[in-house]
């Protein structure tokens, strides 16, 4: 039997405030990146759950999502490692605190930066992933989805089952 195919699913933050968008600067085996506020959906959390805990570890600031922007698919090779990942992306727009006084930011996160969107279309070379600008774009073009479209089904929470 083959191996099922199994995509990385991600949650991004697209925090827009005066004009500006908030990215962060992360290193990564391809060198020093930018990106949207993102990371990887825990077992156990909704995909809601998922970019309010990754805006705050990479940012210290509390996110908010107001909506849904869109679920995105994209493949990446690692040129470093030759790994082909596929990622399923949920990004959420939304507002954010202040950062938290003396908050320490993510492993990996070099600082945050906010950037115009003639700023951020200079540095697509500079981007993590092509859906840093695409996710940008769909927000500036007005793209808005209510936050119950992505339903969570309680068994996400219920405790792993063991299997003998």
């Given at each position: 039997m083959e191996e099922r195919w199994k995509p990385s699913v991600t949650v991004a933050a697209?925090?827009?405030r005066?004009?500006?968008?908030?990215l962060v600067e992360e290193h990564?085996?391809?060198?020093l990146k930018l990106?949207?506020?993102?990371?990887?959906l825990d077992p156990g959390e909704?995909?809601?759950?998922?970019?309010v805990r990754e805006a705050l570890e990479e940012t210290g600031c509390i996110f908010t999502p107001?909506?849904?922007?869109?679920?995105y698919l994209s493949r990446f090779h690692r040129p470093s490692t030759h790994e082909d990942?596929?990622?399923?992306?949920?990004?959420?727009?939304?507002?954010?605190?202040?950062?938290?006084?003396?908050?320490?930011?993510?492993?990996?996160?070099?600082?945050?930066?906010?950037?115009?969107?003639?700023?951020i279309r200079a540095s697509v070379?500079?981007?993590?992933?092509?859906?840093?600008?695409?996710?940008?774009?769909?927000y500036l073009a007005g793209r808005s989805y209510p936050l119950d479209v992505v339903s969570t089904d309680p068994t996400v929470f219920a405790p792993e089952i063991k299997t003998a």
């Open positions: 697209v925090i827009e005066d004009g500006s968008f908030l990564t085996s391809e060198g990106n949207n506020p993102a990371g990887h909704s995909p809601q759950q998922g970019v107001t909506h849904l922007l869109g679920v990942v596929t990622y399923v992306r949920f990004a959420f727009a939304g507002t954010v605190s202040d950062p938290a006084p003396g908050w320490v930011l993510d492993q990996g996160i070099v600082r945050t930066l906010w950037m115009t969107p003639e700023e070379d500079r981007h993590r992933s092509p859906l840093v600008l695409r996710c940008i774009e769909d």
